[in-house]
């Protein structure tokens, strides 16, 4: 039998009553790189924190290097050498770089005088740990948020750390920034570190990963190598479900484009972009960060009014200079950050539905309850939105049906025209099958859909086109059936 | 070279700094009255109340609170302070009433610190609250009144002077009191304890990023606590003084001067949600509230007009600063994008 570096076994814990944890069993081996899957409240981070000591559990025993853990308090966890690198890095945006490196050696010596001149020796010896270049004076809040998760990961390195938790480290960087994460990864492993590495995203699980473990509504489902692992194997152990991805088909086309460009410009972001969809389309739109993708769409919803150029709709001639006139246009938009752009967080998920017809649901002035509620539960219903209440605020939800309540929001309105930025981004699996069917389904009803992602397969699978943008221009425009992700990468380098 | 003044015109200080300076010339032209030894020495022993109600309301807010009960908490312990040795005939020097009101400013402080560290609730509603419940029990249960007497110890630490500073021109002359030396001293303190202590690194790290303080390992409900009993303490050390000062006790006259301490304290660029922020800003903040409460008059500006200048002031000051956080936040989004681009 290999010897575990840790060991938790048959772990349980309930929040008020509610079964957050139903016995999970989590075993890392010394050096390896596991990585922690599972659908959003499947109960990993909870697990993750029971581990590091912010959460007590109720039962269960845990392990580590050779001793069992009674109470683990965040200080016993470090001493230990268990390190978490939260997703938001937990780092001091107002200290300078050195005072986030050196703090909490600091507390784990219960030092209660500061001496500078030691944590600049400390800060300096951590960073050449994996050899990253920084400004030691610099104050945090002015790195980027890759230099941001080295620094975390400098500082979890301090402590002879042996168990190196990341909390979903990918989510916001770039792919460039990814791989560079990977290589410190492996540095790490290679030092004898044992990473724990908690994600939802296939490739990144099959490129790093040695072992797997996934979990699903606060029970393990599934243990063993990566090698054994598909991706149609994982997608059933995080989700229980079984998805047949079948390619979208435009079924019957409305003879006229609904939504047709020509030209288009917004000065220092793009030019001379040209366009139709048709409805009963889909049109993907990609390019990396910088293409101008993002600024076209809140173009065409009237959000940066254009600088030239021309916009038809059903034919005719407009001019959206404002979100209000693209409404009245009946076109839709799913903004990036659904978060800040999308949604009223405290607000109860109806009235985040009802909020965009609220005009056509009232009478005299007044609002018509009934019908207001009427309307409420068809979206639920229809878009299946994960809730025992429409009155609960929109933020008890997951981001899958966040989005859900977000879409719901615009199909409310009936749009020709629905624009979706980054749809499915921070959603997990199962949501973002279930997102693509519905969109497939609008489209499949005589909607317009134009969906604008960096995710290529997810274009690939759901659009009938895909304009490439590249430096703010086009670089390229593909039918999805003949198209790779090859042939786009290529368009979008 | 190039860098520290480059570095420096970053800094908030430095502004407030260049504005005080322009004001106290602007005085001085209009005035010819502001860089005069005894007008000097007034200002520094104007600066002495607001400059340690100052110390306490930095020193929460830099944790990422607010307090607004301190002019209560003052006013209640000085009264029942100055309240309590007159009734027992006290004839000492001033040491033991100042240590009773720091332990009266301690306990009520521990009322802020344990609703707000312990039980967590939103420090601008506990601080309301006890603010109302220090003055009520002062005017109430107290039943405070004027005391135009107060114990010999205090009159004599209130007139006991460092020096006197005469205007050879007018003949006027100022005295320094001695009660400046203890806001020097609690200045020291303060910056000892947030540059070498823990604790006070550990109030940087709360008003910061609060979640990560307590990952870290801070004892983040203990600072907290702690730090309101601090700024309790500090804040009774004020309202003895001013009593001190004043050679009587007016229970009522302090109420109402958190606005402006905070103010100054935001002007001098302690952002309002905590973590950023240093003393020297706070002093020089509150020093420029201080100069324009009492200098325009000798500018030529009529005494009712003094609250619409401090609150133009506050208002130009905060925006500015204000400002300054959106332009450099704008600049840090253009650096990114040009990453991208290379």
Redesign the interface.
Known sequence: MTDYLLRAVEVRKYFAGVKALDGVTLEIRPGEVHCLAGENGCGKSTLIKII?G?YQRDSGTIEFDGKELTKIT??SA?MNGIQ?I?Q????????TVM?NLA??S???EK????NWKNMRKIAEQAVARIDFKVDLDAQLG?L?VAEKQMVAICRALMFNAKLIIMDEPTTAL?KKEVKALFKVILQLKEQGISILFVSHKLDEVFEISERFTVFRSGKLIATGDTSELDNQKFTYYMTGREFEVKPFVPAKLTPEPLLEVEKLSLDGFYSDISFSVKGGEILGVTG???SGRTELALSLFGMRPVTGGKIKIRGKEVELKDPQTAIANKIGFVPEDRLSEGLFLDQSIGDNIAISVIDELTSRGLMDKARYQGEIDKWVKELSIATPDPGNAASTLSGGNQQRIVLAKWLACKPDVLILNGPTVGVDIGSKYDIHQILQKLAGNGMAVIIISDDLPEILENCSRVMVLKDGRMAGEFGTSEASEKMILDKMM | MQNTIKKLFKRTETYIFLILLALSVLIQVRSGQFYTPNNIVDIMSAMIVPGLFAVGAFLVILSGGIDVSFPALASLTAYATTKMFLDMGYEGNVLLPILAAILIGGILGMINGFFVGYLELPAMIVTLGTSSVFKGFMQGTLESRQLAVIPAGMKSFGTSSLFTATNTQSGLSSRLPAAFLVLVLIVLIAFLIL???????GI??I???E????????RVKRTKFLLYVFAGVVASIAGMIRVCMMQQCHPTNMLGMEMNIIAGVVLGGTVIGG??GTLTGCILGTLLIVLVENSMILIGVPVVWKDVFVGLLIVIGTAISAYQVTRSGRS?GNR??T???A
């Open positions: 590091s912010v965040p200080i470090i978490v939260y938001d890095f937990s780092v001091f945006p107002n200290l005072e703090i909490n600091q507390l784990v030092r209660k005088i500061v002015e980027s770039t990396l960060l910088d | 540059k070498y202590t823990m604790f006070g690194r940087y790290a008003g910061g990023n979640a990560a303080a307590y990952n870290a390992g801070f973590g950023r840090k990114k994008q990453e991208e681009v």
